[in-house]
């Protein structure tokens, strides 16, 4: 049974740290970036990509320190990836975020993680999380690209007629609640 409950992090409220600054460090900033630009991460590694730096050039919120993992780099944090090439490390990491009650992924241990990242798909205000509860990152990966192709680019429109008319309408609640209902009874045939 896939027990993960998915919700959607306001990450640019929150404060993020990444430790590692390999292939796996620059594709979850990447991930965080595209969905939050303005998303404060702070980024722990002795060694940082260079596609990594250019990242920060562009994204002042995102903060490199060259050094190795401590714990006192789990402070003022509301989320960590550990995303080292040394798995006693990324143990480390998930024991002190732990103690400290922060969630935590730990990237090359899922049994270790208190959440998954997860195939995005966007389309205008649209957003579509996959998830395949760990077993085949490439299969959501393929099949967000299915999803990407099959939405259209008219959506944001739909979107924002339906927004203007659930801000005009009118009504209790549940009035609201029926109106819309209707509106949107196309959608199913
Ligand atoms: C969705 C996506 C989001 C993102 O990362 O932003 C994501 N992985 C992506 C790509 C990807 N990752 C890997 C490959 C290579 C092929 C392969 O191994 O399959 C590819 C494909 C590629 O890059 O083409 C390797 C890999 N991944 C994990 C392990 C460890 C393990 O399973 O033990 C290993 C082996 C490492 C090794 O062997 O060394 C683990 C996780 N990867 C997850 C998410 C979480 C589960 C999500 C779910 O529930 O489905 C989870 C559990 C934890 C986490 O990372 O949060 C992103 C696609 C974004 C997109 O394009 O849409
Ligand atoms: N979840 C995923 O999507 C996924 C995908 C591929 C690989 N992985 C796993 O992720 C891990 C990292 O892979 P990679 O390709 O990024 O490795 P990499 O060799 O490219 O980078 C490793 C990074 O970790 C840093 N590092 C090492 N020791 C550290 C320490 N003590 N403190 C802080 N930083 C430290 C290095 O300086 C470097 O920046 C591997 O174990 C791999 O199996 C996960």
């Excluded at 250019?54 to 550990?82: C, F, K, M, W």
């Excluded at 760990?134 to 429109?157: N, W």
């Amino acid at each position: 049974m896939n027990t993960l409950f998915p919700i959607f992090l306001k990450i640019e409220n929150l404060r993020t740290l990444v430790v590692g600054g390999g292939y796996v460090g620059l594709e979850k900033v990447t991930a965080l970036l595209s969905n939050g630009p303005n998303a404060p991460i702070t980024l722990v590694a002795p060694e940082i990509r260079e596609e990594i730096r250019t990242l920060a050039e562009q994204h002042p919120n995102l903060q490199l320190v060259y050094d190795r993992y401590s714990t006192r780099y789990l402070e003022n944090n509301d989320l960590v990836i550990g995303a080292t090439n040394d798995k006693a490390v990324n143990a480390q990491i998930q024991t002190d975020c732990k103690s400290h009650r922060i969630l935590v992924n730990v990237a090359d241990t899922p049994d270790l993680c208190d959440f998954y990242l997860s195939s995005v798909v966007r389309k205008g205000d649209l957003k579509i999380a996959i998830s395949t509860n760990g077993k085949s990152p490439t299969f959501a990966k393929r099949f967000r690209e299915v999803l990407e192709e099959i939405l259209p680019d008219s959506l944001q429109a739909t979107l924002d007629n339906l927004q203007t008319i659930r801000n005009r309408l009118k009504g209790d609640f549940q009035e609201k609640l029926e109106r819309l209902n209707e509106i949107t009874k196309v959608m199913k045939s």
